[in-house]
């Protein structure tokens, strides 16, 4: 927060009147079980957005992205999306929608920094949108409720900036804490906190995130046309349906090839399915802190992204084949936190030491110095400053 604080008195001459931050968040396991509305396993992670704003006396809000060095500004008076504007319209979306449900303005000026910044568009947006929310919300004393939050961060990632938005990472934003996940029904959308147990405090095993430092675009345009990919088999799914939900689609049906859907549909629905029924079943592994099959089953879904959705790499697979060599290891995985090739890597703590000097090798491969850290999560969205709000 220090550092926000710093960078918006550099850049406006005064010290921000309300500061918010946002926690990022990391799908652990279904991070697609969107598209059939099934279960997933959704924490925080370590990288996290600050927004800190305050007033100008004309009808100008200007921005600035610290981590970015980058400035945008725009008018009270034209809010409109703009191309050129990226990371700015996902503050301007906020604005636009309030400003379209009655509030009144005055001029702003709004600072944004934090690690988050470097993830992907979904991620910075839905982040941005929330920070933004919460910051306007303390500032102009609007007393939102946790809906309207909602709505209104979702509106602006979606209909203002038409980037892909999920409830379930909004509501884990407002609603984690550390050493804790949620168990998402997505057909529900409703969820169950859940204790996550591999942590430092765990004597025998512990989960870590590995950074494979990739570039940041290395994945997203892959994974983007995958989703779209996605949405297309699950749409001719739902037409060969009668009835019922659609995560409750027979799995040997696909594998049988009883449904008429090409190669590709059919990989996609087998394994998205799957990946959503093993998020179920992992909820209870949570709850019974049972590491062994745990890691047996994010073993499961790694071989399925690689093999039958097709969305991993070199330097993911080598790194999760490593794993997978390592005495002491029980399962490693792909996860999404807003970063290109990000694994979760659950292993005993006597076994740690050897992985993470394997990293070096990897390093000697593929040129990147790859990052690690014991996954623990962190605490919610909130205004942190002034500290009594």
């Known amino acids: 927060m220090d550092n926000v604080i710093k960078q918006h008195s550099k850049e406006y001459g005064e010290t921000p009147l309300v500061i918010a931050q946002v926690p990022g968040t990391c799908t652990l396991l279904g991070s697609y079980a969107d598209a059939c509305k099934g279960w997933s396993l959704v924490g925080s992670d370590s990288s996290a957005l600050y927004v800190a704003v305050s007033y100008r006396d004309d009808q100008l809000v200007r921005l600035t992205n610290a981590t970015l060095n980058d400035r945008k500004r725009f008018s009270l008076g034209n809010i409109k999306f703009r191309k050129e504007d990226r990371w700015g319209n996902y503050i301007k979306g906020v604005v636009a929608i309030l400003a379209n449900e009655g509030v009144s303005f005055t001029g702003l000026n709004i600072t944004v920094e934090g690690s988050l910044l470097y993830g992907d568009n979904q991620m910075v947006s839905t982040a941005c949108s929330l920070g933004t929310c919460l910051a306007l919300d303390a500032l102009l004393g609007l007393n939102m409720s946790l809906t309207s939050q909602i709505r209104i961060s979702y509106q602006a990632c979606t209909s203002f900036n038409n980037e892909l938005c ?53 994945m997203r345009e892959e994974i983007a046309s995958k989703r779209r990919a996605i949405e297309r088999a699950f749409a001719k799914l739902k037409e060969l349906k009668s009835g019922g939900f659609l995560r409750d689609f027979p799995e040997n049906e696909l594998t049988a090839r009883v449904v008429p859907l090409d190669e590709e549909a059919r990989h996609i629905c087998e394994y998205v399915l799957m990946e959503s029924h093993l998020a179920n079943d992992a909820a209870s592994l949570l709850n019974a802190k049972d590491a062994l099959l745990y890691g047996k089953l994010m073993n499961r879904v790694q071989a399925g992204l690689r093999d039958l959705l097709e969305v991993t790499c070199p330097e993911v697979d080598w790194l999760t084949k490593r794993a997978s060599e390592l005495n002491g290891c029980l399962g490693s995985v792909q996860i999404s936190n807003g970063f290109s090739g990000n694994i979760m890597v659950l292993l005993s703590k006597q076994a740690l030491p050897s992985y993470i000097s394997r990293l070096e090798d990897y390093e000697h491969i593929f040129g990147f110095h790859p990052r690690w850290y014991t996954y623990e999560g962190s605490d919610a969205a909130r205004v942190v400053f002034p500290e009594h709000r």
């Open 166 to 218: 999920k409830i379930s990472d909004l509501l884990t934003m407002l609603n984690t804490q550390k050493g804790k996940v949620l168990f998402f029904d997505l057909q529900h959308v409703t969820y169950k906190e859940l204790g996550f147990p591999f942590t430092d405090a765990n004597e025998e095993h512990v989960a870590i995130v590995v950074d494979s430092k990739i570039s940041p675009n290395a």
